[in-house]
């Protein structure tokens, strides 16, 4: 309840005490990340979209290559999206590099050239929501606004000792209320940072090192003894078994066909061995002969998805499951051996190639 009303409710606690011990401990403590040493709009905005959701030491190798690829605004702006979801492969959640090259038009366009510096005009720009559009004008521009993702609400839940479901929109949005209050104007990045780097490194969701914190004296949770009890996160999406079969289908002189996801689906604009619900079995389809070379599982974010693979061989070049794959997929290619390397392929076509290969 103290979230309600913050500023009347935690008129007794200590900011600025609470931002002194935070960000003292954030300067000595601190990792190192290439990030880090940067206020370049462009470079923090790159690196927050590649965090989302993905582990620091994963983005690392990724961001210095793009950077050194895509060094600046303008070279993003004019590089096709099969160049940009190359440089992301392997990434994941492939909606994030076709934002960014989206984006990076716009700002070419109609900011000229710059990021803008405001929250509101960086939320217009497409893959920046609230978090990032808060990090980005706190970390490349110092203005004294939140940057709440995930650490952050772990950490506000747990020093205030509230159990609001963080799930909540409505939460997020007291909770980004309540670190403007909290934020030292003239220290809005280092602030910022240093919550996200406690929640990141001391006050993780399981085990919180409370010995080891720097605002232990301020945590209602820890003075309770109710820390690990905290944050309440109630699970909405719930994940579905989906089964594919995957058909490798070869022409006469040993070509392969690839389908391209639609640039609106999950993983659109990557490449894949056509993935059908259908199982390579039934004469009706055409098949001659289909054999199993195994299976691989995949993982997203609510789909946990088994694809069995098949050799398949066709009646006909002419047969009606190729017009299928084509209705399916935006576009499809015949690939020699060893052309697939140069397409953006998704972790799960990554996948699907070392079984074929190892078959073979
Ligand atoms: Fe988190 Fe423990 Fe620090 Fe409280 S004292 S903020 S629970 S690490």
Redesign the pocket.
Known sequence: LIFDDFSENSASFPRNEFADHLIEWFRDQSRDLPWRNTDDPYAIWISEIMLQQTRVETVIPYYQAWMQRFPDVSTLAQASEEDVLTQWQGLGYYRRARFILRAAKMIEHDFGGSLPSTRKELKQLPGIGSYTSGAIAAFAFHEPEPAVDGNVLR?MA??FADDSDIAKASTRTSYEKAVVELIPPDRAALFNEALIE?GAT??TPTS???LL?P??EF?E??RQGI?ETLPIKKNRTKVRDEVRFAWLLNDETGQFLVGQRPSDALLGGLWEYPLLETEPKSAANGVMEAEELGSVRHIFSHIRRTIHLHQVQLEDSESAIISRIEEQYADIRWLSPGEEDSLPLSTMMQKMLRVVREAE
């Open positions: 950490v747990r020093v406690l001391v006050c919180p090192s409370c914190c605002v232990r945590c949770s820890h820390q």
